[in-house]
């Protein structure tokens, strides 16, 4: 998907726009070119149409293509630097609460998010701890089993996941130009998508190509995300196209899964990778479960089917496997009549 990535031309450095060229020029000032230190990476570009003082017909439209290319050559560019590009379940709540330390008198020394922030005598941490970290430290301090200590410092506290404020961390400290998109930005960018999807709703060449880029760029979105992400598009050909490129990386995050537990024999590299090929099997397998629920695609949602069945001498009904409570012989006959 990445080494066909659509665009309206030839992806060049931004530079003047060029007028009458109803997209962007290749002319660039002097000394704007491309940071060296930034690796190459292909870039999206739309169609722009010329406009006039007397007419702002585009004027919205082409505030919609600006945002779009400007945090999608961010994606791309984190993507090529090995980095998530996108965190929908990350926001600036979640960066605030992993980056800045609150004032010591603020919680009592007996909390979790006191905890979390400083020592026991008092001295602030480096970094704030972990779910993982927490956990295992109120497993030593409290004597708490292993789930419900994982369970207080996940509910209990504003403690992040290891790999969600590694994250956050680094995208801190990453150069804008390629940092990624947390919540807020990953939004902005659907709704500049569909802003001009909707806003090329013409019959023009240039129009139809953008609506074609938008599709595939929606795409590729999908494509670039490892972990179950409802669409976010409204539009339903985009929310399609979203779906269907995400549900492929799912599957294809199984299938790498699988022949790495395989590859990975016990007595060749040991227990410990096996048993880790195996639990990314697993949450690929439940990545799965999530994207093909019935509330993520209701449209492929099946006519509903009520199952009957003897459960400790009662009659019962189960519908969508859930059983419902109170069945009996005159509840079950209507249901019958409904569905055929």
């Known amino acids: 998907m990445l080494v066909d990535l659509p665009t309206a031309h030839r992806a060049l450095p931004i530079g003047r726009r ?81 980056m800045v330390r609150p004032p010591r008198g603020l919680f009592h020394v007996a909390t979790l998010e006191h905890r979390r922030w400083y020592h026991a005598d008092g001295t602030a941490r480096a970094q704030p701890l972990t779910q993982e970290a927490l956990a295992a430290q109120l497993e030593v301090a409290e004597g708490l089993s292993t789930e419900e200590a994982r369970h207080r410092a996940a509910h209990r506290s504003h403690a992040l996941p290891a790999a969600d404020q590694a994250w956050l961390i680094d995208r801190r400290h990453t150069p804008l130009q390629q940092r ?9 960018l659907v709704d500049a998508i569909e802003g ?26 999908g494509s670039l995300l490892d972990e179950y992400v409802a669409s976010p598009f409204k539009v339903e050909a985009l929310a399609q196209a979203f779906n269907e490129r995400h549900l492929g990386r799912l599957r294809e995050t199984i299938e790498n899964s699988r022949h790495a537990e395989s590859a990975s024999g016990v007595l060749l590299v040991g227990p410990k990778a096996w048993f880790a090929a195996k639990a990314a099997r697993m949450r690929a397998e439940h990545q799965i479960g999530l994207a093909m629920s019935p509330t993520a ?24 496997g859930w059983r419902r409570s109170g069945s009996s012989v005159a509840e079950t006959a209507p249901a019958f009549t409904a569905f055929g």
Request: positive net charge.
């Open 196 to 221: 001009a999807w909707l806003s090329c709703a013409g019959a023009s060449h240039g129009e139809r190509a953008n609506r074609q880029i938008a599709l595939r760029v929606a795409a590729m979105l």
């Open 180 to 188: 990624p998109l947390n919540q807020a930005e990953f939004h902005t």
């Open 18 to 98: 060029i007028a009458g060229q109803g997209c962007h020029g290749a002319k660039k000032f002097a000394g704007m070119g491309c940071s060296s230190a930034l690796p190459h990476v292909p870039r999206i570009r739309f169609v722009y149409f010329p406009t006039t003082e007397s007419s702002d017909r585009w004027t919205a439209c082409h505030q919609h293509l600006v945002t779009a290319e400007v945090l999608l050559d961010r994606v791309l560019a984190a993507h090529a630097a090995g980095l998530r590009s996108m965190v929908p379940a990350l926001d600036h709540a979640a960066e605030a609460r992993a």
């Open 297 to 320: 695609f209701p449209a492929l949602q099946l006519t509903v089917r009520p199952v009957i069945a003897v459960v400790g001498g009662r009659l019962c009904t189960f519908v969508h």
